[in-house]
């Protein structure tokens, strides 16, 4: 038993493998599809949307909306729940998260483990008619881009493993969910009661919501290969910590990413140091509180993207679509994409370009 169990770990070590330069500049610019004015992802997200009121609503229709037109493999989970607020007295409060899964066709339930990538959709009650852009309406589009540039590439190796009849094996059933959680935000003040609404209920609720008999994973918490939780980014000069000396290794390979990817140029922001500096792993002390603590309490490993110190807009009027640096917003996004491709060993499925010429 434990034998097999070192053995996994040095075949998932293995499979790790980066993106090649050719692949890293393939990954696409989200262009004007994340435009806060017009852009298809972004602007729909750039309203109100207060847990119980229309913006909710609207909010969550336009996700829907995408994965169903432009994504139809994924499958939609919703996880509804209620609560008392501070600020609304005895009435209930619907949160509803929404949950977005790609997964090999060959997994049986509890069978695949899951890169999940989150952000929280909802906004801020105070000040009256707070956008929040980047907390976290621009993680969201950024996400919603994600999902669109990795899909083809998630089609292709499920299609060829299906061909070789591979897969079935634990590395090789790996599957992608996006989270688009609600009720982050506080009503009143912040506390432990008063904030992560949507993330307590659903972090609650996949520990007892247990997978068939026999499931390599128990429950779906067990299932999150890693908790990759972006918040509060579309603002210049981000600098993103280390938070967790057990993802610090995943954290190296994000950084490392931006590292490439600017040396190529394929980056438009022009930082006074790396978003993710922080490579010797000297750690930030001290703890933020976020949608990852009723993950992290229930042992899910948290990769935290979050700048330290929070942008100056934060929680202010001035978090809109204008004061959005876009440059930032669109290089956080395709280093996502290139680590999102990194994590399911998408390099398997790529072709060298002069490959092809070879005779
Ligand atoms: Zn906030």
């Known amino acids: 038993m434990l034998w097999l169990h070192v053995l996994y770990s040095v075949a998932l070590a293995c499979a790790y493998k980066p993106l090649s330069d050719s692949f890293l500049k393939a990954i696409p610019d989200a262009g004007v599809d994340l435009d806060p004015e017009n852009g298809k992802l972004l602007a729909p997200i750039l309203i109100p949307r207060v847990p119980g009121t229309p913006g909710q609503s609207i909010v969550q229709k336009h996700f829907i909306d995408f994965f169903q037109t432009e994504l139809p493999k994924w499958t939609i989970e919703w996880h509804n729940s209620t609560a008392k607020t501070p600020a609304t007295g005895n009435k209930d409060i619907p949160f509803g998260n929404l949950a977005f899964k790609r997964e090999p066709p060959w997994v049986k339930p509890g069978q695949s483990n899951l890169l999940t990538l989150v952000a929280h959709y909802d906004s801020k009650l105070q000040p009256p008619g707070f956008i929040g852009a980047t907390d976290s309406a621009a993680p969201c589009a950024m996400l919603m881009h994600v999902a669109r540039s990795i899909d083809k590439y998630v089609t292709q190796m499920h299609d060829e493993m299906a061909a070789l009849n591979e897969g079935g094996s634990v590395e090789m059933d790996m599957g992608v969910q996006i989270l688009l959680l609600d009720g982050e935000e506080a009503f009143v003040s912040w506390t432990d009661t008063d904030s992560l609404y949507g993330a307590r209920a659903l972090a609650e609720s996949w520990e007892t919501a247990m997978n068939p008999a026999m499931s390599k994973y128990h429950n779906p918490n067990r299932q999150i290969s890693i908790f990759l939780l972006l918040d509060l980014l579309g603002s210049a000069d981000p600098s993103v910590p280390s938070y967790f000396p057990t993802t610090h290794w995943a954290y190296r390979h994000l950084a490392s990413i931006e590292s490439r990817m600017r040396n190529l140029t394929l980056l438009e922001s022009n930082p006074r140091h790396p978003f993710l500096p922080d490579t010797e792993g000297a750690m930030y002390k001290g703890m933020i509180s976020d949608d990852h603590l009723p993950f992290l309490a229930r042992g899910v490993p948290i990769l935290h993207v979050i700048p330290s110190p929070f942008p100056h807009v934060w929680h202010t009027m001035d978090d809109d679509g204008k004061h959005l640096d876009m ?33």
Not at 332 to 343: H, N, P, S
């Open 327 to 359: 440059a930032t917003v669109r290089d956080w996004t395709k280093i996502t994409t290139a680590f999102a491709l990194e994590w399911l060993d998408m390099m398997e499925v790529w072709y060298e370009p002069e490959g092809a010429a070879v005779p």
